[in-house]
């Protein structure tokens, strides 16, 4: 009945031929087939369906999903019984978009994978925030991992896409900006336009885009040559350029400022920077809150790091918040049991998190 339903609209829906792109191997829906063709010799309307059928599957490429379903088809309306209860012993999948390796995000990743919660959880390694909601936006991502400004910043580039989606804060993330020692740079109010270079992660990064809406708001810092480049990379080359900076938005301990850590304490010229400029206090968003919150990096996160400053060694910097989104349609499909139980392993993760992040 639901194959006779899709191919009667043919030309409004096109789930018709992905339906049959992806089950073309299907027994059922063989048989559904050969009873249509052979229909079809004495129906002209039918033969024109079909034939439109066809054509439209044959403009789709690809290898087959076996499990694909319109996303507002219910599995019970197009599934056989034995096809749902086969389906009912697969623990959903929730493919998660993180970031890199060194980041926060793929390590909250792994502390998702680690419960046991009956969904098999996929980590999804990008460039970031903004990649990961290209991946959100598209359907090739269930969830993800972004900060709030890169979502704001994506409703403005994007007014027209509509990413329904459920989403929970998580923590914050500070912009953690670390200069080599003989750049002369103490606060991000330092950086000389034509003297330093700044690092500001791969394109489609969070911290791209959180630079990108700092230049948006105020234009002088647009003026500050600016490189896309992989973290790693970047913090190599602040060691060895006494004019080089680079910045990573991030709670506080990821594996990356861990690294730079253990290379300060190993004498290389590096600190961390302020990023102490008050003129963002007061930015807001569509609805009145604040885009960004002042926060203090306690003086014992990083010791050598932030060695050299004045009395604690405090350092101050703006803030973000780590927000996860799930798309509406994994919920749909998975049913509230599943979101149920993800939810639950999001507030196992995420006092480690919180504690990681160390914010004040």
């Avoid at 018709?16 to 299907?26: S, V, Y």
């Avoid at 950086?191 to 230049?215: F, Q, R």
Wanted: hydrophobic share 40%; charged share 20%; aromatic share 8%.
């Amino acid at each position: 009945m639901f194959l006779w339903m899709i191919l009667d609209n043919i030309g409004s829906n096109r789930h018709a031929a992905q339906f049959a792109h992806n089950h073309a191997n299907d027994p059922g829906y063989q048989e559904w087939r050969a009873e249509a063709d052979k229909l079809a010799a004495d129906n002209a309307e039918l033969k024109a369906k079909l034939n439109e059928l066809d054509k439209e599957t044959g403009q789709i490429s690809g290898p087959a999903d076996p499990s694909y379903l319109p996303s507002d088809t219910p599995a019970d309306v197009a599934l056989s019984a034995d096809a749902l209860a086969a389906k009912a012993d697969q623990a959903p999948v929730l493919r998660v978009a993180t970031g890199s390796k060194s980041g926060n995000y793929y390590y909250f990743g792994t502390l998702l994978q680690q419960g046991e919660v009956g969904i098999d959880i996929q980590l999804l390694n990008t460039s970031g925030s903004f990649d990961n909601l290209k991946l959100l936006h598209t359907g090739k991502a269930d969830a993800g991992l972004v900060q709030s400004d890169a979502f704001i910043m994506y409703k403005k580039l994007y007014p027209d896409s509509k990413l329904v989606s459920e989403q929970a804060a998580l923590y914050p993330e500070a912009i953690q900006m670390i200069a080599n020692r003989n750049a002369g740079v103490s606060s991000v109010k330092d950086i000389n336009p034509k003297k330093h270079v700044l690092y500001i992660g791969p394109k489609g990064s969070g911290t791209a885009m959180t630079w990108e809406g700092l230049c948006r708001e105020d234009a002088s810092y647009a003026a500050i040559p600016v490189e896309y480049m992989d973290y790693d990379t970047a913090l190599e080359k602040v060691a060895n350029n006494d004019n080089a900076i680079m910045m990573f938005v991030s709670g506080l301990r990821s594996p990356l400022l861990d690294k730079a850590e253990a290379m300060a304490k190993n004498d290389a010229p590096l600190r961390l920077v302020a990023v102490d400029d008050w003129d963002f206090n007061d930015e807001t968003d569509e609805n009145g809150n604040s885009i960004y919150t002042f926060v203090t990096i306690p003086g014992n996160i990083y010791p050598y790091l932030q060695r050299g400053w004045l009395f604690s060694g405090a350092v101050e910097t703006l803030a973000v918040e780590a927000i996860f989104v799930v798309r509406t349609e994994w919920v749909k499909e998975s049913g509230m049991q599943a979101l149920d139980a993800l939810t639950f392993q999001l507030t196992q993760a995420q006092p480690e998190m919180l504690r990681r992040a160390g914010i004040q």
